[in-house]
């Protein structure tokens, strides 16, 4: 190479180091200082701590906006969002992360169009997206086009769900329309204190209803993980819910495509569990946590639990079991008495549909009265939203196992997914009971005329509740009708799970043709 050329070719990598450098500033020293004291970290450094040292490769590096006169002059290093892909655990992933520091990391035309390009590479090459949200939202200087730029966002949110995961994490403010992008993903996780979303803010709120609401109690992370369910997930800061999305993604495929990793252990297969005794009373009104029953029985007592603040009633979340990555849908007698409402329902279709799209197994522990009675459940549409629950079991093609842990009764009997809504293998505790309802219900109904006629109702009443309970309350009836495959000893619980799911690995199971489903909304 001659000395001219050496030069020429010197002059043209330092203009490149340059303006990258540029684009690694982002908004400069003093807005990054700002972020930090906000208790959030940048952009970058955000990156940085969700994947594998040194994996990230960056993408779009040099895109710039492309403006408008209001535009005009304005720098936008890196067009406010770095995008690219790396590693968790040695498995790639795609990502992009709102820059804050730049134009507070507003979403015109072309940072919409590099989330965009990140997305569709994470669906030709079969990998999940991550999004790092912090932003101002609609770039206002942009005006159509960066609605524009959103739609092209939201429009691959939907095409692109089932297809590979979508995972979102609020590190900042997320408002206006903008917060459905991540409504549309499969996960969102929240930054305690420090993000928020909501569609019309504090402001506007005031003006048309007179609320006075803080930014906090309108769309903070606890209000949207215990009130709204928007969100699946909170912690205390950026870097406690980047490890979270590290720990959420070890339970997911890279695209539906394949098999969710396994995930060895040295916990045995057939470990006996006989502390479940302890844990779940004889004594059917006696509350108990499903929690520590799940925890009990999967591989190391590790279990991720999804929305655990939200519509307590129901338990959902991912564990092992033989080292195989599993879905877990429980009632929970400690809330509500475990019965089913309009919040439990959605939370429980929503997460089985995120396993079946995944392929993931699910395994249900059932304990349920029923779904929960009251004027206010009717009037709200439990018949609309329960429906969700028995769609979404019945449309689930992975393997699926139902453990009966107590009671099973009535229409909830069915929503736990029973064997003829197309449970594979159905198991039962001999402390369990499955019946159209409660002894004291059904006896008071059966019995009426006699309980009424008699000289000594309320004895007689007692007596017919007891002669019930004997001749129904227990699993023997269902099992003796073919309903339940087993029943079996709790202490055996982990090895008779881990066995049904080796041999349903093999499950193939296709729907009759059809457009899509109709579910109920
Ligand atoms: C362009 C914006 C911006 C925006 C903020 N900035 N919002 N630039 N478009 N939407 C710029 C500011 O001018 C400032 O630039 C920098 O970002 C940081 O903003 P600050 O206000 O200084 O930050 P902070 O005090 O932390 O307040 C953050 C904020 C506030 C609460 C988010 O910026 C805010 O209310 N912004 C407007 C939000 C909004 O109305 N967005 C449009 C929503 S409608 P300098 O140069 O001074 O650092 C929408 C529709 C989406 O999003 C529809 C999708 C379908």
């Not at 070719?9 to 908004?27: D, P, S, Y």
């Not at 799940?294 to 279990?303: E, I, L, P, Q, R």
């Not at 198991?427 to 006896?443: D, N």
Request: charged share 25%.
């Amino acid at each position: 190479m001659s000395d001219d050329t050496l030069a020429w070719m010197n002059e043209l990598t330092a203009e490149m180091e340059e303006r990258r450098k540029r684009v690694e500033a982002g908004g400069g020293a003093e807005r990054a200082r700002k972020q930090h004291e906000a208790g959030k970290l940048t952009a970058r450094e955000r990156i940085e701590a969700l994947l594998d040292e040194g994996s990230f490769v960056e993408l779009g590096v040099f895109v710039e906006h492309r403006g408008g006169d209001l535009m005009d002059g304005v720098e936008a290093p890196g067009e406010g969002v770095v995008t690219g892909y790396g590693t968790v655990d040695g498995r790639t992933v795609f990502v992009f992360s709102q820059d804050f520091t730049v134009l507070g990391g507003s979403l015109g035309k072309m940072h919409g169009g590099k989330i965009a390009a990140v997305m569709d590479l994470a669906v030709r090459t079969g990998a999940p997206v991550i999004g790092l949200n912090d932003s101002a939202g609609a770039r206002i200087q942009e005006g159509v086009d960066s609605l524009s730029g959103y739609g092209e966002v939201f429009y691959r949110n939907a095409v692109y769900s089932g297809v590979v995961p979508q995972i979102s994490a609020i590190l900042g403010p997320c408002a206006g329309g903008a917060v459905y992008s991540p409504a549309l993903t499969d996960f969102v996780l929240m930054a305690r204190g420090t993000s928020y979303m909501f569609i019309t803010g504090p402001e506007v709120i005031r003006s048309v209803t007179k609320e006075d609401v803080t930014f906090e109690e309108l769309g903070g992370a606890d209000v949207h993980n215990r009130t709204s369910g928007v969100a699946h997930l909170e912690a205390e800061d950026d870097e406690a819910v980047l490890a979270m999305i590290r720990q959420l993604l070890a339970y997911l495929p890279q695209s539906a495509k394949e098999a969710p990793p396994r995930r060895p252990s040295r916990d045995p297969d057939d470990r006996e569990t006989p502390e479940l005794l302890n844990i779940v009373h004889p004594d059917q009104r006696r509350p108990y946590p499903m929690t520590e029953v799940v925890k009990a029985v999967v591989d190391d007592g590790t279990f991720l639990e999804i929305q655990p603040e939200f519509a307590k009633n129901i338990v959902v979340g991912f564990a092992h079991l033989g080292g195989q990555s599993v879905g877990i849908v429980a009632n929970n007698p400690r809330h509500l008495a475990g019965t089913l409402n309009i919040d439990a329902s959605d939370k429980a279709a929503r997460f089985i549909r995120t396993c079946d799209a995944f392929n993931i197994p699910l395994v249900t522990f059932v304990d349920v009265t029923g779904f929960l009675p009251g004027v206010a459940q009717e009037h709200a549409g439990i018949i609309r939203h329960g429906a969700k629950m028995l769609y979404a079991y019945a449309e689930a093609t992975v393997p699926k196992i139902t453990l009966i842990v107590r009671k099973s009764y009535g229409g909830a009997y069915l929503a736990m997914n029973s064997r003829d809504m197309g449970s594979d293998v159905v198991l039962a505790w001999p402390t369990s009971a499955v019946a159209v309802m409660g002894a004291e219900g059904a006896a008071n109904i059966i019995y009426r005329r006699e309980i009424q006629s008699s000289s000594h109702p309320e004895a007689t009443r007692a007596q017919r509740i007891e002669e019930y309970r004997r001749r129904f309350d227990n699993p023997y009836v269902a099992a003796g009708l073919g309903y339940i495959d087993d029943v079996i000893d709790p202490k055996d619980t982990r090895r008779h799970l881990i066995r049904h799911l080796r041999m349903l690995e093999g499950k193939e199971k296709t729907l009759p043709f059809k457009k899509h489903g109709n579910m109920p909304l």
